[in-house]
């Protein structure tokens, strides 16, 4: 086979191809393999308006940001994970570098129980065991999920597929 004209998992990722595999969990490199499933997801936003995902300005923004950063994070995109307080779980399907919510929802966050705004935060596909929605949770109120129990969420498919071991995988969309 030749060699110079395999394109590796980084340039497919650069190029909105790749499989959102979080392979070092340093935010540098995160940014340019998770950069592409950013700009997927931001396109199925554009398309439907049924998840609260971010618009695709945004979502560029946040992972520019993300790379001057450099920052590590502690769980990857596809990572199942449990609130360390509040009864809900799900899987992580975009992370933020630092706090990148509204004022208003940080406004809403009591006081003496705000987590810093200084390390990075998750969007989680959640669900509890009334209902399912997306979360946006700090990394230090999350712990990894442990139990096995699968996950129920009506968006999983968009975003994920099983693997053979039944870890998630992060799906490649078609860009718009």
Known sequence: ADLASKK???DQAEEGQGEGKDVSHEWGSLLQIHSGLAARRACVHCASQRS???????????YIEADMKNRSAKFGIGTVV???LYPFRGVIFDIDPEFSNTEEWWNSIP???RP????????LLAENSDTEYVAYVSEQN???DESKEPLRHPQLSEFFTKTRGGQLKARSLNMH
Do not use: I, N, V
């Open 142 to 144: 999350l712990l990894p």
């Open 82 to 84: 449990k609130h360390r």
């Open 8 to 10: 590796t998992e980084k």
């Open 111 to 113: 006081a003496e129980s």
């Open 116 to 123: 810093s705004r200084d390390q990075p935060f998750y969007h």
């Open 52 to 62: 609260p995902l971010p618009p695709c300005a945004g979502a560029a923004l946040a």
